[in-house]
């Protein structure tokens, strides 16, 4: 399930391990709705029946879900206070409860809602989970249901660290060091947490993993051409997914958000998960069953020349051109 960026907005829909396009996630959205409606975020519960996912469908940035099937009619799960966003949906492993992070009230708190794991509808309102002097996102539920990884943003240093807290919201202590530090992902074993960073010699974010210990920490994912942000693990541990951020060679901005591939077990590049030709896929999540191995590892290598000739191509002949054509055009 990736979130693909098109001229009306951003939508989610699911693509094969081969990177090609199935089907969308849920009908056009209806007459009234934002004009550059953003469906982000995408979280499958693990049973694999919901998709939870933010948006700004209805003018608030809530939360909303959708039986995972193409075109489906998505409901409300929250509604946030004006001004305020809900963000960062994670299921409980049971299915029952998802975390989230919203400013609710001023800074960024983990919230928790109650779901009915049948029939995909809240029960009651979301209360808040965790609190503290910082900014906290990205949860991330341990396999097992005890612990919570999160990401905590220092506002004072502007610097970030993974966390971990019980599942009961007690006990918080840091697990990296900073000082960028964010958007842990368990591996299905509960053994190890991958994360992004900033790489050691170079202003570049790679993929790192740590023990649950907070011990062995290495670099995973270490491609220059781009950041690396937002992990993800296979369901039998081979494979890191990620996405990809290609930077302008010119000035270092972002101009185009791509998903890649590494196979941990057997080495290798690192690969591209994308169509090009559809659109930029700026978030992602993996449906929780086994990959399609063979897939993944016959997919082209993440290589800068491919991906520009391929973004020139689709931009022939466009009146208005996105920023990722006008950035390979430079």
Not at 74 to 102: C, I, K, M, N, Y
Not at 108 to 137: I, M
Not at 270 to 288: E, K, N, S, T
């Amino acid at each position: 399930m990736v979130a693909e960026r098109g001229a009306g907005g951003v939508r989610l829909v699911f693509v094969s391990a081969a990177g090609a396009r199935v089907a969308d996630l849920t009908l056009p959205p209806e007459d009234g709705q934002p004009p550059f409606v953003v469906d982000t975020q995408p979280a499958w519960s693990a049973d694999g029946r919901w998709i939870a996912f933010a948006s700004n469908r209805g003018g608030a940035a809530g939360l909303w879900i959708a039986r995972a099937v193409a075109d489906q009619v998505p409901r409300r799960l929250t509604r946030p206070p004006a001004g305020a966003t809900d963000r960062d949906p994670a299921w409980s492993p049971d299915g029952r409860a998802l975390l989230f992070s919203s400013n609710r009230g001023g800074s960024y708190d983990l919230w928790r809602l109650e779901v009915d794991p049948r029939t995909g509808t809240p029960r009651g309102e979301p209360v808040p989970w965790l609190r503290e002097a910082a900014d906290l996102v990205t949860p991330a539920w341990s396999p097992d249901g005890r612990r919570v990884a999160y990401s905590r943003f220092d506002r004072a240093t502007r610097t970030s660290s993974v966390w971990l807290v019980d599942a009961s919201g007690r006990r918080p202590r840091r697990l990296t060091s900073g000082p960028l530090d964010q958007a842990p992902a368990w591996s299905p074993d509960g053994g190890r947490i991958a994360y992004s960073a900033p790489a050691i010699d170079r202003p570049d974010l790679d993929i790192f993993t740590i023990r649950a210990d907070g011990t062995r920490e290495r670099v995973a994912i270490d491609e220059p051409l781009a950041h690396e942000t937002e992990p993800a693990w296979s369901a039998d541990g081979r494979w890191l997914v990620a996405t990809a951020v290609l930077r302008s060679e010119r000035d270092g901005a972002p101009f185009f958000w791509s998903v890649v591939a590494a196979d941990l077990r057997a080495g290798g590049p690192v690969r591209a998960v994308h169509d090009v030709a559809a659109a930029a896929r700026v978030a992602f999540a993996l449906r929780p069953r086994p990959v399609d191995a063979r897939a993944l590892a016959a997919l082209p290598a993440y290589d800068r020349d491919a991906v520009v000739d391929a973004i020139r191509g689709v931009c022939t002949g466009l009146d208005d051109p996105p920023p990722a054509c006008r950035a390979v055009a430079r």
